[in-house]
C-alpha cells in the first residue's frame, strides 16, 4: 500500500540535498528501537478487556534480551486482562522529549505475553528488579505475575518522517545503540565550541555545499544527525564517521577524524 | 469482587494515625482524572488491529470538555485502527514523574472515537492545536483525521493504594484541580522554610501526633498531602484547608490560617 499527504497544507517546505550524502548509514530500526527500549523503565501496555476493548495502562518494564518483562497485579485491570488474554503490546517513548513531542523517538512492541518458567523467570525477575529497583518491595505478593512479552511485530518512530518496521527476528538479534543515551553533554559541546566543524561536515559530507549553519541533533554509533540552514530553507542530513564506534569514550576522535577529512575536502 | 495482597513479602509497614484525621477532604477520582488529563499533551493510544490484538502507540491530544481530541494520520498504524473499529482507550501519565514511577499519576480514559462535526469539529480543531501548536502543520491533511474520545470509562490512579474509578458523568462534570500542577514551587518553599508549621499541622490534623518531622508532598485546592515520620514509621497524611481555594494565589493564606489553627491546637 502507498499512501501519501493528500493536501500539502502550509508546512514549511524542505530543500533538498544538492550534492550526494558521502556516508548516510545509521541505526537500522531494529536498533532503533532496542535503543529506545533499553532507554527507559516506564512504558504503556494495550491490553484486551473481556468485552475484547483495548485498554491502556501504564506500566513499568525491565528487558530480558529485549523482550519487555513486566510485573502487574491481578488486582489491577491490566493483570486480569493478561491472565484471561495474552495478547498485548507496549508503547515506550524515549526520555527527555523534545518541545514537540512528535519530532521524539517511540517504538510499539507487540506479541504475546508468557509467564517465564525455570532459569528464564530467575532471569526475568533480576532483568524487572534491576530495571524497577521500588519493585523488590511488591514482586513476590502472590498477586502479582511476571510477564515476558515475546515480541512479534515492531514499529519505531523517529519523528517527523522517520519511521520503519523490524521484524522480530532483527529486532531480536539488534543491541541498544551505545551512544544516543550518553551523548547528550557531547553534542551540547559541538554544538557550543564547534558549529564551525559542523558546518563544514554538512557541507562536505552531508549534501548541502550551501549550508550557513549547521547543528548537531544525535550522536550515534554510526554517526551525526545534523540540521541545516540553507538560503533555501531548513533541512536534516546526516554524516557518518570513518567507522561505528562502541563507546562514548570512541566520540571525540571519531569528530575530530570528520572535522579534519571535511576541511581538507573543502579545501582549507 | 475483594482482592487482597496474598503474601506480605518485604515492604515496609506503615504506621494507622493516633488520633482521627480532621479534614481529610480530597479531590475525587474525576477531579484527579480530569486533572492529570489537563495538565499534559501526549498519551499512548490503545486501539485495535484488523485482527483484534492491542495496539500502544504515542498521540498527541487535546482536550474538550475533558474528551481526549486526537489527530493521527492513516498513514499510521493507529489511525487505520480507529477508522475500522472505533473502540479506543488513551492513558495519560502525569508529568514530573517521581524516582519511583509507579508512586506518580496517572489515567486511563477509555471509550469510543468519534469524528466531531460542525461546530464541535471546529471546537476540537481548536483545543488540538491549543494543546499541540506544531498541529498547525499537518492538521489539515487529507490523511488526517480529528478524532473526539467519547470517555465511557476513567480509571485514576494516583499512586501506591491510591486508585479509584469515576464515572463517565462525574468525570465529565468535574474541573481540573486549578492548584496541583502549579505549586510545586510553593510546596518546595513550604518544605524548605516551614518544615516546622508542616509538622504542626500533621500533629494536630493529620492524626500524627507523635510525627517527628513532615513534609508536604503536595498541594490541590482542598489541601496538603503530607509525608510523616514517627517512631513507628513512614505514613502519608493529609491536612484541609479551612475551605476550597480555587486560585494559586489563595495558597499562602490557606497554609497560614492552618499553621495558626494547628499551632493553637497543639497548645503554642
Excluded at 506500566?59 to 510485573?71: K, N
Amino acid at each position: 500500500m502507498t499512501l501519501d499527504h493528500g493536501d500539502p497544507g502550509d508546512a514549511p517546505s524542505v530543500p533538498a540535498p544538492l550534492t550526494a550524502v558521502e556516508n548516510p548509514v545509521r541505526p537500522s530500526a531494529a536498533e532503533e528501537a532496542r535503543t529506545v527500549a533499553a532507554a527507559t523503565n516506564t512504558a504503556t501496555l494495550a491490553s484486551l478487556t473481556g468485552e475484547g476493548d483495548p485498554w491502556a495502562s501504564f506500566v513499568t518494564y525491565g528487558l530480558l534480551e529485549g523482550q519487555p518483562v513486566l510485573c502487574v497485579s491481578r488486582m489491577a485491570e491490566h493483570g486480569r486482562n493478561l491472565l484471561a488474554d495474552p495478547r498485548a503490546s507496549v508503547a515506550i517513548v524515549a526520555p527527555d522529549a523534545p518541545a514537540d513531542p512528535l519530532a521524539g523517538a517511540r517504538v510499539t512492541l507487540a506479541g504475546v505475553v508468557q509467564r517465564p518458567v525455570g532459569a528464564e523467570a530467575d532471569a526475568a525477575r533480576a532483568a524487572h528488579i534491576a530495571a524497577v529497583p521500588a519493585a523488590v518491595h511488591y514482586i513476590d505478593y502472590s498477586d502479582f505475575t511476571l510477564w515476558v512479552l515475546r515480541v512479534q511485530r515492531v514499529r519505531w518512530v523517529g519523528g517527523y518522517g522517520r519511521m520503519d518496521s523490524a521484524s522480530a527476528q532483527d529486532y531480536a538479534a539488534a543491541a541498544a545503540d551505545p551512544i544516543v543515551s550518553h551523548a547528550s553533554h557531547a553534542v551540547t559541546h559541538l554544538n557550543k565550541d564547534h558549529a564551525d566543524a559542523l558546518l563544514d561536515m554538512a557541507r562536505a559530507f552531508g549534501g548541502f555545499p550551501d549550508a550557513t549553519t549547521a547543528g548537531c541533533e544525535r550522536a550515534d554509533r554510526y554517526g551525526l544527525d545534523l540540521r541545516v540552514t540553507t538560503p533555501r530553507g531548513v533541512a536534516v542530513t546526516r554524516v557518518g564517521y570513518a567507522s561505528p564506534i562502541d563507546s562514548p569514550a570512541e566520540l571525540r576522535a571519531a569528530t575530530v577524524e570528520l572535522t579534519h577529512r571535511a576541511r581538507a575536502a573543502n579545501g582549507h
